[in-house]
Structure formats: C-alpha cells, structure tokens
C-alpha cells in the first residue's frame, strides 16, 4: 500500500554534505510515523532520526547536530540533511513508515529499498 523511494546516496569526503530523499506514495506523512534507518555492514540496523506524524523530531546520538531531519507533507517527501560526515557514517540509509494501529493487523511498518552512502577520502 505505501510505496518508499530514497535517493541522494553516493560517495563524499569526510566532513562533506550529502541529502537524503524519500517519496512516499499516497499523503501519509500526517499520519505515520516516519523516520531514517541505517546498516553498515556487520552491523544491526538502527535508527538514524524519526519524525512523527505530530511533528516531533529525535534523532541518535551519534548525529545529533550533524544530521536533520524533515518532512514535506505536501510533496510527500521525507529528508535527511547529512553535515559533517565522517566515515563511520557509511550505511544503507533506509527510509521507514509506521502506520496507525490497523484492526486485525495491529501497526505496519514499511521499508524503502536503501541508498547507499559511503564516506571515504
């Protein structure tokens, strides 16, 4: 039902910028919750900075000050602005959605496919 698109991956420096994009199919961003993934090889994937379908934002500790994260209801499109990013920032940036409790399904999470970004000098 909901369809995720990031882009905006690729390869920087460290200390460089890079910003994400996700296209979410259907007007959703005032009802789910949505947020940015990430996996780095070897590693679990963990949150990287939610926004909710209130408004609210929180982000890891590992970003906080670096990273930003935003919504545009209107063009159903989610963004992370990367700054200062330093190599351990290299992942598979995913873009998520959390529905509302569903009756007999109970909340739903969708996952885009994954941008790469990787940096490195």
């Known amino acids: 039902q909901v369809q995720l698109v990031e882009s905006g991956g690729g390869l920087v420096q460290p200390g460089g910028s890079l910003r994400l994009s996700c296209a979410a199919s259907?007007?959703?961003?005032?009802?789910?919750?949505i947020g940015w993934y990430r996996q780095a090889p070897g590693k679990q994937r963990e949150l990287v900075a939610v926004?909710?379908?209130?408004?609210?934002?929180n982000s890891a500790d590992s970003v906080k000050g670096r990273f930003t994260i935003s919504r545009d209801t209107a063009k159903n499109t989610l963004y992370l602005q990367m700054n200062s990013l330093k190599p351990e920032d290299t992942a598979v940036y995913y873009c998520?959605?959390?529905?509302?409790?569903?009756?007999?399904?109970?909340?739903?999470?969708?996952w885009g496919q994954g941008t790469q970004v990787t940096v490195s000098s």
């Open positions: 259907g007007s959703i961003f005032s009802i789910y919750d």
């Open positions: 926004i909710t379908s209130r408004g609210s934002t």
């Open positions: 998520s959605a959390y529905s509302p409790y569903v009756p007999g399904k109970g909340r739903i999470r969708y």
